[in-house]
T-cell receptor, first 115, second 114 residues
Framework: EPEVTQTPSHQVTQMGQEVILRCVPI?????FYWYRQILGQKVEFLVS????????KSEIFDDQFSVERPDGSNFTLKIRSTKLEDSAMYFC?????????????FGPGTRLTVL | AQKITQTQPGMFVQEKEAVTLDCTYD???????LFWYKQPSSGEMIFLIY??????QNATEGRYSLNFQKARKSANLVISASQLGDSAMYFC???????????FGTGTSLTVIP
C-alpha cells in the first residue's frame, strides 16, 4: 500500500542553523501539507501546498519557514535559523484532492531537536 | 473558540471492553469532515474513521464506530472489544468546507488494561 515517507526520522541541530525536512508524498496525490506537534501537545497545521504554490498557511508559518517541491516526488520544509521552540515532531501529509471528505495520509514524522 | 475539544486527557479500559472517546467540534460551515487518528508510542498518525457532515448514518470501520450527534456537535469514537494494541493517543480532527487544514484536538491517551 502506498505511503508517505519522511527523512530523516530524527534531526538534531544547533540553534541558529538551517534544517531541511524531506517528504515523499503518495505519488498520485496533489495536495501536500506540513504539521508539527510539540511534545505532549496537539498537532498544529503549518501549511498546505498545491500546484506548486502555498494554498493556505497558519500563523506559525512565518518567514522562518519555506516549502518547496524541487522535483516530481519530494516535498520539503526548510526552517531557517532554528530556535529552541522549533523542537517538535514534524509531520508531512498528502491527499488526492481537497474538500472535507478527503483523508490526509500522514508520514511517520521527523523529530527535530534544536539544542 | 477551539475548533476541536477533547475533554479526556487519559482513559483506561479493561481488555475486551468497549470505550468511548469524546470529541466536540465548533464550526459554522455546513460542510465539514470529522476524522479520528491513532498515534501509538512510535509516533505515526494512523487514520481510523471518517464522518461527513451530510452523512445520514454513523460511520463504522471494524471495531471503530463514530457516534455522530450533529445537533450536539459531537463525534465520539467508540472502540469495541478493546485490545492491548489499542493503547495509544487518539486525536479527533476536523476539516471545513473546501479548506485544506485539519484542526486537531489535544488528544486522549487510552490505556488498555489486561
Amino acid at each position: 500500500e502506498p505511503e508517505v515517507t519522511q527523512t530523516p526520522s530524527h534531526q538534531v541541530t544547533q540553534m541558529g542553523q538551517e534544517v531541511i525536512l524531506r517528504c515523499v508524498p503518495i505519488s498520485n496525490h496533489l495536495y501536500f501539507y506540513w504539521y508539527r506537534q510539540i511534545l505532549g501537545q496537539k498537532v498544529e497545521f503549518l501549511v498546505s501546498f498545491y500546484n506548486n504554490e502555498i494554498s493556505e498557511k497558519s500563523e506559525i508559518f512565518d518567514d522562518q519557514f519555506s516549502v518547496e517541491r524541487p522535483d516530481g516526488s519530494n516535498f520539503t520544509l526548510k526552517i531557517r535559523s532554528t530556535k529552541l521552540e522549533d523542537s517538535a515532531m514534524y509531520f508531512c501529509a498528502s491527499s488526492p484532492t481537497s474538500g472535507p471528505r478527503n483523508e490526509q495520509f500522514f508520514g511517520p514524522g521527523t523529530r527535530l531537536t534544536v539544542l | 473558540a477551539q475548533k476541536i475539544t477533547q475533554t479526556q486527557p487519559g482513559m483506561f479500559v479493561q481488555e475486551k471492553e468497549a470505550v468511548t472517546l469524546d470529541c466536540t467540534y465548533d464550526t459554522s460551515d455546513p460542510s465539514y469532515g470529522l476524522f479520528w487518528y491513532k498515534q501509538p508510542s512510535s509516533g505515526e498518525m494512523i487514520f481510523l474513521i471518517y464522518q461527513g457532515s451530510y452523512d445520514q448514518q454513523n460511520a463504522t470501520e471494524g471495531r471503530y464506530s463514530l457516534n455522530f450527534q450533529k445537533a450536539r456537535k459531537s463525534a465520539n469514537l467508540v472502540i469495541s472489544a478493546s485490545q492491548l494494541g489499542d493503547s495509544a493517543m487518539y486525536f479527533c480532527a476536523m476539516r471545513e468546507g473546501t479548506g485544506n487544514q485539519f484542526y486537531f484536538g489535544t488528544g486522549t491517551s487510552l490505556t488498555v488494561i489486561p
